[in-house]
């Protein structure tokens, strides 16, 4: 079993940055993919970010790429998404996720997060 804890969501002006971590516990953090997901209001959860096990081969969404930032410390077991030039549409809940399969599609996900709430205000 595996737990994900998210923190470092909040409030910030449009421009501003934030940073998300993960903490992951129970398996051993360093064989699997990691990634970040978010839902707004109304919306189907989409993907963000992904990175895998050995901190290799970030991938992002086009709506992100430039912007946020993927990174992993496996001996922290965490994994961090930093986000800069924040828009107010990038308003949504922020889910950890990871699953032996990877972590880029919905479909692979086996395990979430909590979620962390990040507001963009214009």
């Known amino acids: 079993q595996v737990q994900l804890v998210e923190s470092g969501g909040g409030l910030v002006q449009a421009g501003g940055s934030l940073r998300l971590s993960c903490v992951s516990s129970g398996r051993s953090f360093g064989s699997y993919a990691m990634g970040w997901f978010r839902q707004a209001p109304g919306k189907e959860r989409e993907f963000v970010a992904a990175?895998?096990?050995?901190?290799?081969?970030?991938s992002y969404a086009d709506s992100v790429k430039g912007r946020f930032t993927i990174s992993r410390d496996n001996a922290k077991n965490t994994v961090y998404l930093q986000m800069n030039s924040l828009k107010p549409e990038d308003t949504a809940a922020y889910y950890c996720?990871?699953?032996?399969?990877?972590?880029?599609?919905?479909?692979?996900?086996?395990?979430w997060g909590q979620g962390t709430q990040v507001s963009v205000s214009s």
């Open positions: 996720a990871t699953g032996p399969y990877g972590a880029r599609r919905l479909e692979q996900v086996r395990y």
């Open positions: 990175i895998d096990w050995t901190g290799g081969a970030p």
